[in-house]
């Protein structure tokens, strides 16, 4: 499952490309970037793809938007053989478990606070998702971390 979300910087905004294993709740690719541009997008799907152990029947699910419906993205995919699945409309319930963690990773972990610069965004982005991923126990996985169910499964 894949979503962007905003994180403030003293000059504006940049932004938090995600991929999330909805089974493990562990994200597996991320990219901070100064633009909503496709590169940070197509970078965290790259990341997600050289840490997958098994893509076999995956699916790869977003939001219509312009950085998941572009050629070079949707090809990186099909190259990969993942099915996509996309939104029917734009609405946040469809993209539910991508809204969820960008929530957690502003709300718990303190993304939604305002940093110096895009370097600095981009260290606390690393941190948050490294804590989110080993640290936090969610409910849902039976009060195990993404990364104990991750790894059950690869």
């Given amino acids: 499952?894949?979503?962007?979300?905003?994180i403030k910087t003293i000059n504006g905004f940049c932004y938090l490309a995600l991929i999330t294993d909805v089974y493990s709740r562990k994200i597996i690719g991320?990219?901070?970037?100064?633009?909503?541009?496709?590169t940070g997008s197509l970078r965290a799907l790259k990341l997600a793809l050289r840490r997958s152990s098994n893509i076999e029947g995956l699916i790869h699910h977003s939001d219509r938007g312009v950085q998941y419906c572009s050629n070079?993205?949707?090809?990186?995919?099909?190259?990969s053989n993942i099915k996509i699945s996309m939104t029917e409309e734009k609405h946040c319930y469809e993209n539910a478990i991508a809204?969820?963690?960008n929530g957690l990773l502003k709300d718990e972990f303190y993304l939604d606070q305002t940093f110096?610069?895009?370097s600095h965004a981009q260290r606390a982005a690393k941190n948050a998702i490294?804590?989110?991923?080993?640290?936090?126990?969610?409910?849902?996985?039976?009060?195990?971390?993404?990364e104990n169910v991750y790894k059950s499964i690869a």
């Fill in 72 to 79: 070079q993205y949707v090809n990186e995919l099909k190259k």
């Fill in 30 to 38: 991320f990219d901070v970037s100064n633009t909503l541009e496709l």
């Fill in 130 to 146: 490294k804590l989110y991923n080993e640290v936090r126990l969610h409910l849902s996985l039976n009060f195990k971390t993404p």
């Fill in 1 to 6: 499952m894949s979503d962007i979300t905003y």
């Fill in 116 to 118: 110096f610069d895009v």
């Fill in 99 to 101: 809204e969820r963690v």
